[in-house]
C-alpha cells in the first residue's frame, strides 16, 4: 500500500515537474522568439527628447518660443522628490524593488480581471514597461506588446539606473494640454516650477498619464479631483507624505490655469510678432526645421523689445493715418448670428472665437467687440474683455463720419452721418478707446479698422549689423507676411545713392556739374521721356543737388556716363540686388528688392564703407549650452585689460571686408545730409543729432521709402499696397515714411545716441557753391555755401559739364530760365555773377520716371 501510495506520488510529482518544465520552456520559448529583433535598448542612453526652442532678448527676457511639443527637459537630480514619489505612488509603487516588471501587480491585476469577468481591466505596466512602450514599442493592446515590454524592461533594467529610467519616463510622458514631460506640465496647469508645486499639485500631475484626453481639469474637474486624492492615499501609505499632510491636502480644491485660478505661462510671452517669426523662418532654413523644432535651441536675438514696440506703433500710425485720409470703412468682414447677441455669455464666446487681430497698440489696445445695437444715432458694442456697464458701450455718430462704407460691390456708400451708416447688428468690430491727452480720462469708443495699405519698417545697428526692430506690417495675427524681409518692391529714388556710389568712386565729386535737361530714348515699347516729378528742368546742376532735390534726369545722365554695367555691380557689392538688370530705368529704381537689404546696404555708408551682414540673432546655443551660432565675429583687443581707463571704450579689431572707399562714403554721407537739411526730407525729418537718408516714390506712387542713418543706426520704411497700385496724389516717401522714421529715431536717439559722421584721413574740405558748382573761398558763408571733401592730392577741375551723351529731346524745352543771378567772391578773388539759383518747384520725394 505504501509502495503504491509512493509510486502514485512519484507520477505526481514527475507530471507537476514535467508540466512545469514545459511551461517554462514554453514561455522561455516564447520570450526568445519574441526576444530576436527587438529595438536596441542600449540608444536610450543617448535619447535626445524633442524639447522647446526659446527666443530671448538681449536683457535675457523670454520674447517667444517654437516646439512641435511643448517639452521642457528636467534632469533626473533636478527633479524635486515630491514629484518622483507621486508617479511612482500613482504608477509603480514597487518601482526601486522590481527589476523591471511586477510579479505581484501582473498577478493581481489578473486576478482582477477574472474576478470581475473582464469588468475591471487595469494595467501592470511598471514605469520601466510604459518608457519601452513610449520610446521602442507601439501603443497597442495586445500579448505580444507585452511580451517584447516585459523583454525589453529587464533589459533595459541591466543598463541603466532606476534614476536615469525615471528622467526618461518623467520627460516624455504626455500630461494633456500639448504638454510633454512634468516641467511643461506644471507650467501649463499651475504656472509653477517644479519646485513650487504643492502635494496636491504633484498628485494632480501623476493623475493625468491615465488619461489625459479625459482628465481636463474644468470639464472633467469631478474624475481629475478622485484620482487625485487616490494619488494622495497612495502617497501617504507609501510614507512619501504624513496622514495630516494627506488629510489637508485632499480638502484642497483644484485650482488651475485652466479654471483662471492662475495666470497662464502665456500671460509673460509678448504675442508672437513679426521680428521671432522671422528668427524661425531663418533658423529652420540655416539648421533645418526638424532641429529649430525639437533641438532644444536657446536663441539670443537682436531685438530690443522697447524699440520694436515703438517701431511698430510708428508704422502703425503711418499706415492708419494714411488710411483714414481715403475715407473707406470696410470693417472686419465678420457677422455674428443674431441669435447669440441676446445673451452675454454667448456672445462673448462667440467673438472669442472671431480670427481676428488682437495684437493691435496703437494710442491704447485695439479690442475686437461686437455691435449689439443700432440706434438712431450711436451703436452699441460688446467688447472682448471689457465688463458690460449699465447702460452699455456705446461709439457715437461723430465717430463714424469720417468715412463712406464699401459696398460687396467694391462701391462706395454715401458718406456717414450715423454709426448705423456704417455698421449693422452682428457685426464684429475693432474698437478703442478716445482718452484724454492730460490725464488720460476716458471720452467715448472709437471704431478701427486694420488699414488695406501695408508697409514694412526696419532699424539696426551700422557697425555690426544687429536688427534693432522689425516690423513687417499693420499687425503680425492680421497677416504673417514680413514686407520688411518677403516683398519685393521697387525702390524708386532710394536707389539712386547707388548710382551716385558708383560715380563718385569714378572721379566724379559733389560738386561735378551734370545737365538737368529732357532725354528722349528709343525703347521697343516706343519713345521713353523720363521727367522730374516737378515736370521742369534745371540746367546744369552739381551732383550734390541732383540727389539732395532727387532729380531723375540728372540720375539718369549719370548713369549713362559711369556705365549702367558699374551701377549694377555697385548695387550687388552691397546686397541691394543678387543680379541687377542693366537698363537705364533701373538707375531710378525700377528692379525690386526688399527692404532689409535696402537697410542694410545704407548701413555700409553709415559705417564708412564696410561690409556688415544684418543678423536677427547675437548667438544660438544647442540644448547642452553649446554655441553653435555666433554673428560678431570681431575680436576685443583690449577688454581683458583692466587697466583701461572709463573715458574709453575697449578696442575692437574690425576684420570686415570694404565695399566702398571710405572717402567716397563720407562724400556721399554729407549729401544724403543735404537730402534731410535741405531736400526732399526736410519737411518731415528734425533729429538732434546729423541724420543722413533717401526718399523714394515709384511711378504712380505704388510704393514710397524713405531709408536713412544716424552714425549708429539705420533704419529704413517702405509703404505700399500688396497688389501695387497707386497710392494717391500728394503721396510722397518723405510725407508719408518720413514721420515713421523721425518717431522711431527720436526715440532711438535718446537711449543709442549720435553724433557727427566720422571724417575719414586722407582728403580736405573745399567750399563750393551748392548751386552752380564754383569754387568759393576758405571764409565764404550764407546759405549757398557748402564745404565738400576732397581726396589729398586730387585738385578738382571745376566748370567741366557732363550731359551723359544724350542728345535734347525734340520740341521739349531745354530748362527752366530764371531772370536773376548772384554776385560771389570766386577762389581768384573777383567778384563774378553765377547762377541762376535754380527753382526747385515743390518740394517732393522725385519718382521712378
Known amino acids: 500500500m505504501l509502495r503504491f501510495i509512493a509510486s502514485f506520488f512519484g507520477t505526481i510529482f514527475t507530471f507537476i515537474t514535467m508540466g512545469l518544465f514545459v511551461v517554462a520552456l514554453s514561455i522561455g520559448g516564447i520570450f526568445w522568439v519574441y526576444g530576436q529583433e527587438l529595438p536596441s535598448h542600449e540608444n536610450l542612453a543617448q535619447y535626445k527628447p524633442p524639447t522647446i526652442s526659446r527666443i530671448y532678448s538681449g536683457e535675457g527676457e523670454i520674447i517667444d518660443e517654437f516646439a512641435k511639443e511643448r517639452r521642457l527637459f528636467v534632469p533626473a537630480d533636478e527633479i524635486p522628490d515630491l514629484v518622483k514619489q507621486a508617479f511612482i505612488s500613482a504608477e509603480d509603487k514597487n518601482f526601486y524593488e522590481h527589476g523591471g516588471f511586477d ?171 513679426y521680428f521671432t517669426d522671422e528668427i524661425r523662418r531663418q533658423l529652420s532654413r540655416d539648421f533645418g526645421e526638424e532641429e529649430f523644432f525639437t533641438g532644444g535651441m536657446t536663441v539670443r536675438a537682436t531685438a530690443d523689445p522697447e524699440m520694436q514696440k515703438i517701431a511698430a506703433r510708428a508704422l502703425r500710425r503711418a499706415l492708419e493715418k494714411y488710411d483714414r485720409s481715403r475715407g473707406v470703412w470696410r470693417g472686419t468682414g465678420e457677422v455674428l448670428p443674431l441669435e447669440v447677441l441676446e445673451d452675454e455669455t454667448a456672445w462673448r464666446e462667440a467673438l472669442a472665437s472671431v480670427g481676428v487681430p488682437r495684437d493691435v497698440d496703437l494710442e ?24 458690460e456697464v449699465e447702460g452699455g458701450h456705446w461709439v457715437p455718430a461723430k465717430d463714424a463720419q469720417w468715412a463712406r462704407k464699401q459696398l460687396e460691390d467694391g462701391a462706395l456708400g454715401r458718406k456717414a452721418k450715423v454709426a448705423g451708416d456704417l455698421v449693422a447688428k452682428g457685426d464684429v468690430v475693432l474698437v478703442r478707446a478716445i482718452t484724454k491727452d492730460d490725464g488720460g480720462e476716458f471720452v467715448r469708443w472709437s471704431f478701427r479698422q486694420v488699414p488695406e495699405v501695408q508697409g514694412g ?21 492680421d497677416t504673417v507676411f514680413n514686407r520688411a524681409t518677403q516683398a519685393k518692391r521697387q525702390p524708386g529714388s532710394s536707389f539712386k545713392p547707388f548710382v551716385y556710389a558708383s560715380a563718385l568712386d569714378s572721379g566724379y565729386s559733389p560738386a561735378t556739374i551734370v545737365i538737368d535737361a529732357p532725354i528722349e530714348i528709343d525703347t521697343p515699347q516706343g519713345v521713353w521721356r523720363p521727367k522730374n516729378s516737378t515736370n521742369k528742368f534745371y540746367g546744369p546742376t552739381p551732383m550734390r543737388t541732383g540727389i539732395e532735390m532727387s532729380r531723375n534726369l540728372m540720375t539718369i545722365r549719370l548713369a549713362q556716363e559711369v556705365g549702367m554695367n ?61 554655441t553653435i551660432y555666433r554673428h560678431d565675429q570681431r575680436d576685443c583687443a583690449d577688454c581683458a585689460d583692466p587697466a583701461i581707463p572709463e573715458t574709453r571704450s575697449p578696442r575692437i579689431v574690425t576684420n570686415r571686408e570694404r565695399v566702398m572707399d571710405p572717402i567716397t562714403a563720407y562724400q556721399l554721407t554729407s ?93 580736405h574740405f573745399i567750399k563750393i557753391d551748392r548751386y552752380t558748382g564754383a569754387r568759393l573761398d576758405n571764409d565764404a558763408s550764407g546759405a549757398h555755401v557748402v564745404a565738400e571733401y576732397f581726396r589729398d592730392g586730387e585738385e578738382p577741375v571745376f566748370g567741366i559739364t557732363y550731359d551723359g551723351g544724350f542728345g535734347m529731346g525734340s520740341n521739349l524745352p531745354l530748362f527752366d530760365e530764371v531772370s536773376q543771378g548772384r554776385e560771389v567772391t570766386t577762389s581768384s578773388g573777383r567778384e563774378v555773377i553765377v547762377g541762376p539759383k535754380a527753382d526747385f518747384g515743390t518740394v517732393s520725394s522725385g519718382g521712378l520716371y
Open 103 to 273: 510579479a505581484r501587480g501582473i498577478a493581481a491585476a489578473a486576478y482582477e480581471a477574472v474576478a470581475s469577468r473582464g469588468e475591471s481591466v487595469r494595467g501592470a505596466s511598471t514605469i520601466t514597461q510604459q518608457v519601452m512602450k513610449n520610446f521602442l514599442l507601439s501603443g497597442d493592446r495586445r500579448i505580444e506588446r507585452k511580451i517584447k515590454e516585459i523583454i525589453l524592461a529587464t533589459r533595459v533594467e541591466e543598463t541603466l539606473s532606476k534614476d536615469q529610467i525615471l528622467e526618461l519616463y518623467m520627460n516624455e510622458i504626455f500630461l494633456g494640454q500639448n504638454s510633454y514631460g512634468v516641467a511643461a506640465a506644471a507650467q501649463t496647469y499651475f504656472n509653477k516650477n517644479l519646485d513650487d508645486l504643492a502635494p496636491h499639485e504633484a498628485a494632480t500631475l501623476a493623475s493625468m498619464p491615465k488619461a489625459p484626453g479625459r482628465f481636463h481639469p474644468v470639464r472633467n474637474m469631478e474624475r481629475v479631483m478622485d484620482r487625485r486624492n487616490y494619488v494622495l492615499r497612495e502617497m501617504s501609505q507609501n510614507g512619501y507624505i504624513t496622514e495630516e499632510v494627506y488629510l489637508a491636502e485632499r480638502e484642497l480644491p483644484l485650482r488651475s490655469v485652466q479654471n483662471g485660478d492662475f495666470d497662464s505661462f502665456k500671460s509673460a510671452l509678448p504675442p508672437r510678432d
Open 566 to 626: 558699374t551701377v549694377a555691380r555697385y548695387a550687388e557689392r552691397f546686397g541691394v540686388y543678387e543680379n541687377m538688370g542693366q537698363f537705364l530705368a533701373n538707375s531710378l529704381g525700377a528692379d525690386e528688392t526688399t527692404l532689409y537689404q535696402m537697410v542694410a546696404a545704407y548701413a555700409m555708408f553709415a559705417n564708412g564703407g564696410e561690409r556688415v551682414e544684418p543678423t536677427l540673432v547675437d548667438r544660438v546655443q544647442d540644448r547642452y549650452g553649446k
Open 457 to 477: 519698417f526696419m532699424a539696426m545697428d551700422v557697425n555690426n549689423g544687429r536688427v534693432i526692430a522689425m516690423q513687417g506690417g499693420f499687425s503680425y495675427q
Open 364 to 387: 491704447g489696445q485695439w479690442h475686437p467687440a461686437v455691435v449689439l445695437a443700432v440706434g438712431n444715432n450711436d451703436a452699441r458694442v460688446g467688447i472682448e474683455g471689457i465688463d
Open 671 to 763: 549729401m544724403m545730409e543735404g537730402v534731410v537739411t535741405r531736400g526732399t526730407a526736410s519737411s518731415q525729418i528734425k533729429l538732434p543729432v546729423p541724420v543722413a537718408g533717401k526718399t523714394g516714390t515709384t511711378n504712380e506712387a505704388k510704393d514710397v521709402w524713405f531709408v536713412g542713418f544716424t552714425s549708429n543706426i539705420a533704419a529704413g520704411c517702405y509703404i505700399g499696397h500688396d497688389r501695387p497700385r497707386p497710392l494717391g496724389r500728394g503721396t510722397y516717401g518723405g510725407t508719408t515714411c518720413g514721420p515713421v522714421f523721425q518717431e522711431f529715431m527720436e526715440e532711438a536717439i535718446k537711449k543709442y545716441g549720435g553724433g557727427k559722421f566720422r571724417v575719414p584721413p586722407g582728403g
